[in-house]
């Protein structure tokens, strides 16, 4: 398959893939929730908002809850919102043994969003992208965020035997996506965020290494946040594409990473694309695109996730200005 740097110097214009895939529940006159049990009704959705903005390339909707749920673990799904984890039960290496036992490849989401992806695949002509968590983050959900972030100090075997564990799981998901035809897998670690260069290295950056090893597709990093600091670690996992937040200053890390990645970024998904109008829209927009003139390896996209009642028109805006910028 072309590399994602690759698909970006084919392209005679600049790319544009927002990160949208709950904005697609108005079209469908449908909730968060229904869409994250229905496979169906998912690729509805993302094929309805493919058909009003134009994009690029879309991703099914994120939800860093997939992997946990079927594992067993106890995930709260509000109607309107995305899923989460309630309570996180790993505290000793053993707690994992319960687990081990497990083949979430079984549970019903994890074919859902496969699902979604063969049905989408079908019926667009445009590439189809994924989410998967990030090992960290998933053993983040198995332990809790505040407590793994202690534990890299005061229990790093526990850390490193949970993240060990979660690398297997992430691993047999994104291989299954890319069964069902995904032509990129972007990772979310957003829990990594907290770690410093050597830190991720040793508990996330080698497993994500490791994921993207066992890959035969297009792979792209995320971590909500300000990741000035992991960017060079980040590139060093080996994947195709970072994915950066609003925090981050995109023109300054096109100077630290190597051409062949691509930046991907990173209108801010609130402020801009979710309170603001059309107009803020096209001068963000066009300002991050001035940046960026110089640099091949970009794609214009928002800073994360947007909102489920992100303005349609304002995703139009940033699609329809990126398409008509030179």
């Not at 908002?49 to 879309?58: K, S, W």
């Not at 971590?223 to 080996?238: A, K, V």
């Not at 028109?313 to 008509?324: G, H, Q, Y």
Request: proline share 6%; with cysteine; aromatic share 4%.
């Amino acid at each position: 398959m072309m590399r994602l740097i690759d698909l970006v110097r084919r392209s005679p214009r600049r790319l544009v893939i927002p990160l949208a895939g709950y904005p697609g529940v108005q079209l469908t006159r449908s909730t968060v929730k229904q869409n994250e049990f229905n496979a169906e009704l998912q690729a509805r959705s993302l094929y309805k908002l493919v058909e009003h903005t134009q994009p690029d390339a879309v991703l099914t909707m994120m939800d860093l809850s997939i992997e946990a749920g079927a594992l067993g673990l106890p995930v709260r799904y509000p109607i309107a919102e995305s899923a989460t984890v309630e309570w996180h039960p790993v505290k000793h290496v053993k707690d994992l043994e319960q687990y081990k036992v497990i083949d979430p490849l079984y549970d019903g989401r994890v074919w859902v969003f496969a699902e979604a992806v063969r049905m989408l695949r079908e019926k667009l002509n445009i590439p189809v992208g994924v989410y998967v968590i990030g090992p960290f983050t998933l053993a983040g959900l198995m332990m809790g965020a505040n407590d793994i972030a202690l534990a890299t100090v005061d229990s790093p075997d526990v850390v490193m035997a949970t993240v060990n564990f979660c690398e297997h799981v992430v691993i047999d998901f994104a291989k299954a996506l890319q069964e069902a035809g995904a032509e990129m897998i972007c990772i979310l670690d957003p829990t990594a965020v907290i770690l410093s260069p050597a830190s991720f290295c040793q508990f996330a950056g080698r497993s994500i290494e490791n994921v993207v090893r066992h890959l035969n597709t297009r792979t792209i990093l995320h971590i909500c946040g300000n990741t000035t600091h992991l960017l060079e670690p980040m590139c060093d996992t080996g994947v195709q594409g970072l994915s950066l937040d609003s925090a981050v200053s995109i023109p300054h890390a096109a100077q630290c990473v190597p051409g062949d990645v691509v930046l991907i970024g990173n209108v801010n998904p609130v402020t801009t694309m979710l309170q603001g109008d059309r107009l803020k829209v096209r001068r963000d927009t066009t300002a991050l695109l001035d940046a960026m003139r110089e640099h091949e390896n970009f794609i214009m996209s928002t800073g994360c996730d947007l909102p489920a009642e992100t303005p349609l028109p304002n995703i139009v805006e940033l699609v329809e200005t990126t398409k008509a910028h030179r």
